[in-house]
């Protein structure tokens, strides 16, 4: 199992867009995943609509260490897809907390219990710097960070960040390790001088041993606000995005990316570096250029890695529960 966090200081680069179109795409490559949405602003867990909600969800997980199924993995309709959804409105995770011994370790210490059942889970966090988020990021085995392109945001992030991992690392002495951390440009557009922004932080952070640029941008697309609006995942929009000027291409799993280890089940079980790929190709290739077709319903059973049946195009007319 690989757990991995999507986090920022900041509102609203994309974590949650992120790891709802990434979640969604594991689950349909027949990756088991599990979303936890750890931001008291719940909107992760109103991204899809669910076919059996649980009574609980983080509040129990954090404040009762509760991790049976039955009382907080709540299903979405997209199938592999569970979640754990956000429960604390008035943000009492954090009072909780910073008062407990174990508060920043306390993720970490839980996930182990999910491990028969998930290949990924994916964990949503508040855009803001709080003992919740540093409990994602030391319960997580890789962080995805995304960053809107322009440079004011780019400093501010450069300088929370750095600062963040600075004050995380004395925890390493208690085997709470930080992370890599992993940046993807997102919302590109074409009045961004994305590349300057680009190499400014790919040289920012050269000696940082825990943080690394990833070599690929989301651009704008309005297929991603088509999704959320629509409650499915961008790769299962049938229509490519107005803002794509290029051919469209469909989630397939001979395509390279996949098979040089973007959606293989054993790259989430091994050490590699998975979910940079997963981020790199997939975000790359699925979330940015990825629509279901009848290309990709020409292969509704194409396999993946262990031979997980990959359901890379939506069955057409998917209902959403009322
Ligand atoms: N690549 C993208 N293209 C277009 N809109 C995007 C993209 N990524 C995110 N958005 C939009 O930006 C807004 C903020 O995204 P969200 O994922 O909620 O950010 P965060 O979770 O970091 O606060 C949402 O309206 C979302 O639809
Ligand atoms: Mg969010």
Known sequence: MKVAAVVSTKGGPGKTTVGANLGAFCADAGVRTLLIDLDNQPSLSSFYNLSHEAPGGTYQLI?????????????????????IKSNDPFNLLSNLLLHAADGRLRLKNLMPAFAQDFDLILIDTQGARSIVLEMALLGSQVAISPITPDMLTAREFQRGMLQLYRDLEPLAALGAVTPVLNIVINKLDATNDANLIYHTLTETFSDHPKIQMVETTIPAAVSFRRAATEGIPAHRLSEPSSQDGQEPRYPRCEDPPMRHGAFRNEDLHDGVNSSRLVLANGVRDVLLHGHSSERAAEHPTTRCGHGEPAILHTPRGIEKPR
């Open 63 to 83: 404040t009762s260490n509760e991790t049976r199924p039955d009382q907080i993995i709540s299903q979405t309709i997209i199938p592999n897809l569970s979640l």
